[in-house]
């Protein structure tokens, strides 16, 4: 059981290139999630979807796009990657339903942009 | 969103128990408190989660205060391995987005 998997681990971009950062979970989770969480900061959500065929802009959603391709992936895209977002990106998953169930996270992307 | 407060950091000894605080003096009847803890170069992982009672599962204990203003994270005999960042959260259990405000948390530091 692999929980919630994200790919790349570790990834430089130049400014201005784009890029797709996956993730992918097996537990059969309703919702999915991307966060950011800067040096020494706390985690911020970027962008979320509560349910397969949707998805909603979370704090930081600036400069990101997403795609909840089925069920088990959830895809983050920067079109047009800035130093700014040079950040550790976390993916995460919930199962709907419950009234607090817990979220279980991905070991996460290392993105830097140079 | 309500928030939280908590210490920078704080410093136990192996095998000793550790109570970590968190003040939540504007929460609302509707907030749940949720732990998560960070362990270094990983993600965050759920610890425990109350609503007004005191709660316990493998990993900790959450002590929560009658007034629900503050509350305490317990772990009864740390170990090396609990060395991590702990978050202490409010959620209120209406919302859909699971929008988890992460503040900077309290580093855990662990002394062999």
């Known amino acids: 059981n692999a929980g919630v998997t994200q790919t790349p681990k570790f990834q430089v971009l130049k400014t201005g290139q784009s890029m797709t950062l996956q993730c992918a979970q097996d537990?059969?989770?309703?919702?999915m999630y991307w966060y950011r969480q800067d040096p020494g900061m706390g985690l911020r959500l970027i962008y979320y979807?509560?349910?397969?065929?949707?998805?909603d802009k979370g704090e930081v959603p600036n400069g990101y796009n997403v795609s909840r391709l089925n069920k088990r992936e959830f895809s983050l895209r920067l079109e047009s990657a800035a130093p700014s977002q040079t950040s550790v990106y976390f993916c995460?998953?919930?199962?709907?339903?419950?009234?607090?169930?817990?979220?279980?996270f991905g070991q996460g992307t290392r993105l830097t942009v140079v | 969103d309500a928030k939280t407060t908590q210490p920078n950091s704080m410093e136990s000894n192996e095998e000793e128990p550790v109570h970590l605080p968190c003040n939540h003096s504007?929460?609302?009847?509707?907030?749940?408190i949720h732990w998560y803890r960070q362990l270094p170069s990983q993600g965050p992982e759920y610890v425990i989660h109350?609503?007004?009672s005191n709660v316990n599962n493998r990993m900790a204990s959450l002590a929560i205060a009658e007034d629900r203003k503050s509350s305490t994270l317990i772990l009864h005999r740390a170990t090396l391995r609990d060395a991590a960042v702990y978050y202490c959260?409010?959620?209120?259990?209406?919302?859909?987005?699971?929008?988890?405000?992460f503040g900077a948390g309290t580093t855990v530091t662990v002394r062999a």
């Open positions: 995460a998953s919930r199962k709907k339903g419950g009234l607090n169930t817990e979220a279980f």
């Open positions: 537990m059969n989770h309703n919702s």
């Open positions: 979807s509560a349910s397969e065929g949707t998805t």
């Open positions: 504007t929460i609302s009847g509707t907030d749940y």
């Open positions: 109350g609503l007004t």
């Open positions: 959260i409010l959620r209120d259990w209406r919302s859909n987005d699971y929008k988890l405000s």
